[in-house]
């Protein structure tokens, strides 16, 4: 399935940004011209998006897989949908407190050290944490994609349950009350 293969990829997409975040960084101290400069800065904005933008589907597959109804026994066969919303929240308080220390500890390393050696900071250190992404890998499990489909299919009105026929192009009906 297409999905299964884009779920495997969050952990690749958040190297990736990391990789170029750590390269992009020292360049925009050290530019000699404004074209170098906004490449710089565009890589650095490429890198933070190419960061958040997979970062929801990750935290809602880990609440999928450690809630997953067809693992636990005796499970009703309901994931608590507080769950997602509490992963959210998490989500949007950390990156906001990251909005809030980021500048302050980025100005106040800037006025201790200088410009040249803030931007190779961050450069370094986006360097040496895109190892740890490699332990994401681990957290999308095929197994776990079969399972779901496997439950999926078992409810009737899904589209899981169409593709189980081998009905792919198959719309759901529409209820009315």
């Given amino acids: 399935m297409a999905a299964d293969h884009w779920e ?3 952990w690749k997409l958040l190297l990736m940004s990391m990789l170029i975040i750590g390269a992009s960084s020292p360049f ?69 407190v990251a909005f809030i220390i980021g500048p302050l500890g980025g100005g106040v390393l800037r006025d201790v050290i200088g410009d040249l050696w803030t931007y190779m900071t961050l450069g ?30 078992s409810q009737p009105g899904s589209v899981a349950s169409y593709q189980a026929l081998g009905q792919e192009h198959v719309h759901l009906p529409v209820h009315s009350q």
Avoid: K, W
């Avoid at 530019?31 to 958040?52: H, S, T």
């Fill in 8 to 10: 495997s990829c969050h």
């Fill in 28 to 96: 925009i101290a050290m530019f000699n011209n404004i074209y170098v400069l906004e490449i710089a800065l565009g890589g650095v904005g490429f890198g933070v998006a190419l960061a958040d933008t997979p970062m929801m589907p990750l935290l809602t597959m880990i609440v999928d897989q450690r809630y997953n109804p067809t693992r636990s026994s005796g499970s009703s066969g309901t994931r608590p949908s507080g769950m997602y919303a509490t992963v959210g929240a998490l989500n949007d308080m950390a990156m906001n």
């Fill in 124 to 153: 370094v250190v986006a360097l040496a944490l895109a190892p740890l992404m490699l332990c994401l890998r681990s957290l999308y499990s095929p197994t776990y994609a079969e399972g779901e489909d496997l439950a999926l299919a």
